[in-house]
């Protein structure tokens, strides 16, 4: 019945050729860039994905107790570093974008290294010791370590006044005021807290990026209070 009856179209007849090959070797591999530079960018983006995982887990190590808290330091210090100089390459920056977005896109679920990275310094520099501060005797505290924080604060609110408002200038500054402060008291002085709010502050802006004088006035203004709070904490003892 459908013996004679003739096909809509003329299917092509497979014949099989000898020359064919496949394109891809399945057991080369591929390569994720093709210039130096591109192997360059791969290179950095992977070095901070893994710095984000490794600080994550030294976060946890370190609230178990499982690592010393010099380690610690030395260990979280260098991440923090190591952040930062990969970031400090704009193509990097720009492929980067942000925590959070770079986060979601490789879902990653890292929420102490997250805040380590807000804040950027060590837990032990931002809360200090959990060892009391050297004593000597019944002299109170060691009046080496109280004139070195006492210089500390001095230096900065100068920098502040003369102008020197830029992010690479005021955040060392920062950092060496909340580690001076905590090698000689482990009491909470008043706007300390402040101290640790312009370091997260900071620790947002690019290098050389300024503060509004707005923010400048503010800024000073805290650390004039939190100077004064230093300073009278030390009368307590």
Not at 27 to 46: F, G, I, N
Request: one cysteine or more.
């Amino acid at each position: 019945m459908y013996g004679n009856r003739q096909l809509a179209y003329a299917p092509t007849p497979y014949i099989p050729r000898s020359t064919l090959s496949a394109t891809i070797n399945l057991d080369e591999e591929v390569k994720l860039s093709t210039t130096s530079a591109e192997r360059d960018l791969y290179d950095s983006l992977a070095e901070i994905y893994s710095i984000v995982i490794t600080l994550d887990a030294l976060e946890k190590a370190y609230l178990k107790d499982s690592i010393s808290e010099g380690d610690y330091t030395e260990t979280c210090s260098r991440l923090l570093k190591q952040y930062k100089s990969n970031l400090a390459n704009e193509t990097v920056a720009r492929e980067f974008g942000d925590l959070e977005t770079f986060k979601r896109e490789w879902d990653m679920e890292c929420p102490r290294a997250t805040e380590r990275l807000r804040v950027g310094i060590p837990a032990t520099v931002e809360q200090g010791p959990s060892h009391k501060p050297s004593q000597q005797g019944d002299s109170g505290t060691d009046a080496t370590l109280v004139v070195n924080a006492t210089e500390n604060f001095i230096t900065l609110l100068d920098a502040i006044r003369i102008g020197l408002v830029e992010k690479d200038t005021l955040h060392p500054l920062l950092v060496e005021i909340i580690q001076a402060a905590n090698k000689v008291t482990d009491k909470e002085f008043e706007s300390k807290g402040k101290i640790v709010q312009w370091l997260i502050t900071l620790n947002q802006m690019r290098a050389a990026e300024k503060l509004t004088d707005d923010q400048a006035r503010e800024f000073q203004f805290d650390m004039e209070q939190a100077y004064y709070g230093f300073k009278g904490t030390l009368k307590k003892d």
